[in-house]
């Protein structure tokens, strides 16, 4: 898909900031700019598309009710602020889709709620029949309740995620930053970016800190972040502003468009890749490190020198070679106080000391990605 052809696009993940939605720390949301988003939803169903919509806003939303100028530096004010702010900004959404007669909804996340292969799965299902209902789900991180969830970037790297999760066909992050420049915007002759056809070939030195509201966590680092899950899954990226939005989805040279790569990745894999936070790290030898990166196979005991961290079977865990690179990352099969006994041995050797639920890998490769 070019930037000419963004019109036909058929499955379309938005997301929008925080300083979009509210404008300066410490003022209410703003309805006119959710009257803006659902107005270019709208017009992407008109033309046929589905759509779902990764809203931030939430604590953000939350701060004038509770009488605070600006976002809160620890975390249970900012799970209040949260608290308050999701149904304002989700009762505001549905006030503005009812406009077109369209039904949304609200769905709330965690990275760890999806990260599991049964989680995972659930949401995909769940978000498949909404689209199929005519519904908008409009999907937010669960900051009320999050801990390591409410951290820099995460809504920028969650609508790249849910992109991968509904197999859409582009990606939208509408931003206060309306572009990747050159140089960080504030430097004097910095020009827009129009088109990056790799992502790896951006140059650090052009991404610039927060946006400008104050309001938000992200900022150009998570939005490339973004184009490089999206991307590297065969989903081409669209960064652009409220204002800029409307001429750069109908394929108007605004905004930044990211191409899609030829050779999509497998979409559970980025999820385990990028989504997962990692309980523990495993220790291996530097033959199970050719073994994991030549022959592709699964993670044995008999490999494994050493293991760190507290961590319970199904949670994710680096794995690192003697040296400490971390060289993949996986689902693990056992608890971390399961581990150490079965260091440096084989399956049969553990089966026929302690059972035969012993005589299998420490993680399976379906559950293994290199990195």
Avoid: C
């Amino acid at each position: 898909m070019s930037r000419a052809q963004l019109v036909n696009a058929k499955q379309i993940v938005f997301k929008i900031g925080s300083s979009s939605l509210t404008g300066k720390a410490g003022s209410t949301l703003d309805p006119d700019a959710v009257d803006r988003l659902v107005d270019l939803v709208a017009q992407a169903r008109k033309r046929g598309a589905e759509v779902a919509v990764v809203s931030s806003g939430a604590i953000a939303a939350g701060l004038a009710p509770l009488g605070l100028k600006a976002r809160p530096r620890d975390l249970a004010t900012q799970q209040a602020a949260a608290s308050v702010g999701q149904g304002l900004l989700i009762y505001r959404y549905t006030e503005s889709f009812a406009r077109y007669g369209i039904t949304a909804s609200q769905i709330l996340l965690t990275t760890q709620d999806i990260v599991r292969r049964s989680h995972y799965q659930n949401a995909q299902r769940t978000l498949y029949r909404l689209l199929a209902l005519g519904v908008v789900p409009v999907i937010n991180e669960n900051d009320t309740v999050g801990t390591q969830e409410i951290r820099f970037g995460d809504n920028d790297r969650l609508a790249a995620l849910i992109s991968l999760l509904i197999g859409a066909d582009l990606l939208v992050l509408v931003s206060d930053i309306d572009a990747l420049y050159d140089a960080p915007p504030s430097h004097s002759g910095a020009e827009r970016v129009s088109n990056v056809s790799d992502v790896a070939d951006i140059d650090d030195s052009t991404l610039g800190g927060a946006g400008s509201a104050g309001v938000g966590s992200g900022g150009m680092v998570t939005k490339i972040e973004a184009a490089r899950i999206a991307t590297s899954a065969g989903i081409p990226m669209l960064l652009t502003s409220l204002a800029g939005a409307e001429k750069a989805l109908s394929g108007e040279d605004f905004g930044t468009y990211f191409a899609a790569q030829p050779s999509k990745a497998n979409s559970r894999m980025l999820w385990l890749a990028h989504a997962s936070t990692p309980a523990g790290r495993l220790i291996i030898d530097a033959g199970a490190v050719t073994a994991l990166t030549e022959r592709g196979v699964s993670l044995l005991p008999a490999g494994v020198t050493a293991v760190e961290g507290e961590f319970f079977a199904g949670d994710a865990v680096e794995i690192a070679s003697p040296e400490g690179v971390v060289i993949a990352r996986g689902l693990v099969g056992f608890d971390s106080s399961e581990i150490p006994k079965m260091l440096g041995r084989s399956t049969k050797e553990l089966a026929k000391e302690l059972g035969p639920e012993y005589e299998r890998e420490l993680i399976n490769r379906d559950d293994l990605v290199l990195l």
